[in-house]
């Protein structure tokens, strides 16, 4: 959900009418003479930024260390830096993107960790604030203006910026060209679909996603207007599952029933992949990790957003962002921005990134590039991101997945009635945090 902010002005009146407006009119030219010098001061500040950062050079003799999870991109990464680069060493090692973070809590203070790291956006936040990352000060300004907002959100905390963002994930609707002509725009028109194509006897379903995973069925929650963990999706006081809008979304989400009448046990990952693979199914919900599957199965495929609600609103899914950080440890901060910066920016390292795993780069302007705007499937993920919150990185979302999930089971299964299952999550999850204050 996008974030506003709001400014307010206070008038104070005089004794007198004629006071009164000579007061307001000083003070009507006052705030337009002060906005004005606030206006030129950050535009002076972001133009100072900028030409600070094109003036950036790496520390002399500075040689740099690269953790990354794909070694087709680890080969070629190095090739492209030193285009820019050739006097700055860098070595690449194969370290998964889950696993970074911890790696670099212990290598890091021996002198072995790397310069920079991609880590999912979840693990900033916990690095961030136990000092394992730098932050961004010299490309604050930067990273705001280039990058996608939801994914300047997931690399900010507490105010300030510790990553540039890198690639985006989130869910969307996969369809079979050899069973859909026209995709459905609206969860009307599924449901309508649904009714004179599945025959659960011959197990043959309109629609198959992990229906009952958290994850996935979050958005139909938040396209009624849910918001977890409050407006900024920070506060771990406000998982807001009394709400009337998760309510009307759970009553929502507890019709997919109809669509896909499977029990939860059998809305699986393994159903979905198999049935899609094997062009048994019109409709999935999966995300682009499942591209290159159902391409190497020789399904006829396309992607398209999620479709809208009875409401009008799109489903607003969890995403998550890949993020280049910085060590704290690095001996060559200017040098690992620098790194981190192209990356995150440069097109060719884009295209590496696009060649070598088919993701979504984060740069508003490789929306733009040739390879993205071509792809049959990308920008309908990009899409969908427009309609999406990074999944929220405070350290209480571990508290929120098992209750979460078992209220969505309790509700398919028809063992709770939405606003049960919703209470008995909302119980649970606040037992689960005092049980970690104790």
């Not at 930024?49 to 794909?70: H, I, R």
């Not at 907002?149 to 690639?167: E, H, L, M, Q, R």
């Not at 929306?367 to 049959?376: L, T």
């Amino acid at each position: 959900m996008k974030k506003t902010a709001k400014k307010a002005l206070a008038l104070f009146l005089g004794a007198s009418l004629l006071t009164s407006l000579t007061a307001c009119g000083q003070k009507e030219a006052s705030s337009k003479s002060e906005e004005s010098s606030t206006s030129a001061s950050e535009t002076s500040a972001s133009a100072s930024e900028s030409s600070k950062a094109e003036e950036l050079v790496p520390e002399e003799g500075a040689s740099l260390k690269l953790w990354y999870d794909n070694e087709d991109y680890n080969e070629k990464i190095v090739e492209i830096w030193n285009k820019k680069y050739p006097n700055v060493e860098l070595t690449v090692e194969k370290v998964g993107t889950t696993d970074a973070r911890a790696k670099l809590e212990t290598d890091g203070p021996a002198g072995q960790g790397a310069d920079v790291l991609i880590v999912p956006h979840d693990h900033v936040s916990v690095a961030a604030e136990s000092g394992l990352f730098l932050e961004m000060d010299k490309f604050t300004n930067e990273i705001k203006e280039k990058f996608k907002k939801n994914a300047v959100d997931a690399v900010t905390y507490k105010g300030k910026i510790y990553a540039f963002p890198f690639s985006v994930k989130t869910i969307a609707l996969f369809y079979n060209k050899a069973l859909v002509s026209e995709p459905v725009k609206t969860w009307d028109e599924m449901r309508e679909f649904a009714k004179s194509y599945n025959d659960p006897k011959n197990n043959k379903f309109a629609l198959l996603w992990q229906a009952t995973d958290a994850y996935f069925a979050h958005g139909f929650l938040a396209g009624y207007g849910y918001q977890i963990f409050g407006e900024k999706h920070d506060d771990k006081t406000k998982i807001n599952w009394d709400t009337p809008e998760a309510l009307k979304g759970m009553e929502f989400y507890a019709t997919l029933r109809d669509i896909y009448p499977v029990a939860s046990q059998d809305a699986t990952w393994d159903a979905m992949n198999s049935m899609f693979s094997a062009g048994q199914a019109p409709y999935v919900i999966t995300g682009p990790w499942s591209i290159k599957d159902f391409e190497k199965a020789g399904v006829d495929f396309g992607v398209v957003e999620l479709p809208t609600l009875p409401n009008g609103n799109h489903p607003i899914t969890f995403s998550t962002v890949d993020t280049v950080c910085v060590s704290s440890f690095t001996k060559y901060p200017i040098a690992s921005m620098l790194l981190a910066q192209m990356i995150a920016e440069n097109e060719d390292a884009l295209k590496l990134l696009y060649d070598t795993k088919n993701e979504l780069p984060a740069s508003n302007e490789a929306s733009g590039y040739d390879f993205i705007k071509n792809d049959k499937y990308l920008p309908a993920v990009a899409k969908q991101f427009d309609y999406s919150i990074p999944m929220p990185y405070i350290p209480e979302m571990s508290n929120v997945w098992t209750p979460y999930a078992k209220a969505f089971v309790a509700v398919w299964d028809k063992v709770q009635t939405p606003e049960e299952a919703l209470k008995a999550a909302m119980d649970e999850f606040n037992s689960s945090l005092n049980s970690t204050l104790k």
